[in-house]
Every structure is written in structure tokens, then in C-alpha cells.
């Protein structure tokens, strides 16, 4: 049974940090691309950063409104992946998601390149 599970979500002032941390069990980490999404209130889920198997820096993507706030990372020995969450806002707020992905070149960017999902983990931005 393949499991995802986020960690490391909470509150944090505008201007803090977090890092959210994904642990994954019951499949080949090493072979699944990890992405990360997030759901506020009233809207669709949206992509936020995903990262190859590889996890080089060549092989991680970012949506607009956290490149340079985010970084995304994995831990292949670990079975984990992070996203380290700099720079915060309140608009920041959301449900965050990790996702896995087994294909060949599946799109990370997109809800339906992957195949497994967590269950998310709240982020909430105060002012």
C-alpha cells in the first residue's frame, strides 16, 4: 500500500519560514517524481514545485508565485521529500499536498501527471 504523508505545516507570521516534509512508504522512491500542490479555500488545487527523480536542480520546477521562495528538495535514502518554504505570505495559506508520479516523462506541473497523492498538511500565513 503506497502511503504519503506530510509533515511540518502549521502557522507562521508573514516574512517566516517552514518546511514541509513528505514521507513516502509502499513503493521505489527513487523511480516516482515528487510534486507538491496546494488548495485554499474557494479554489482548485494548484501546482506549486515538483522535482525529478534525479532531484538535480535541472529536474525541479516551480510555479510563478513561489519561485524564489520555495525550494524543493528529495532525499532518495530517506524516502522523503521537502519544500522549504521562505519569505512566506498570507497568500501562502492552503492545504499542501505531496504527490508522486511513476511515468516517464509525466508533466509535474500538472494535477493529473501523478499517481499517488498525501493527504495534506495546513499552511496558515497571518499577517
Known amino acids: 500500500q503506497v502511503m504519503l504523508v506530510e509533515s511540518g505545516g502549521g502557522l507562521a507570521q508573514a516574512g517566516g519560514s517552514l518546511k514541509l516534509s513528505c514521507a513516502a512508504s509502499?513503493?521505489?522512491?527513487?523511480?516516482?517524481?515528487m510534486g507538491w500542490f496546494r488548495q485554499a479555500p474557494g479554489k482548485e488545487r494548484e501546482f506549486v514545485a515538483a522535482?525529478?527523480?534525479?532531484?538535480?536542480?535541472?529536474?525541479?520546477y516551480y510555479s510563478d508565485a513561489v519561485k524564489g521562495r520555495f525550494t524543493v528538495s528529495r532525499d532518495n535514502a530517506e524516502r522523503t521529500a521537502y519544500l522549504q518554504m521562505m519569505s512566506l505570505k498570507p497568500e501562502d495559506t492552503a492545504v499542501y499536498y505531496c504527490?508522486?508520479?511513476?511515468?516517464?516523462?509525466?508533466?509535474?506541473?500538472?494535477?493529473?501527471?501523478?499517481?499517488?497523492w498525501g493527504q495534506g498538511t495546513q499552511v496558515t500565513v497571518s499577517d
Open positions: 504527490a508522486a508520479s511513476g511515468r516517464i516523462g509525466a508533466l509535474l506541473t500538472s494535477n493529473d501527471g501523478y499517481d499517488y
Open positions: 509502499g513503493l521505489t522512491f527513487s523511480s516516482y517524481g
Open positions: 522535482v525529478r527523480r534525479s532531484g538535480l536542480d535541472t529536474g525541479k
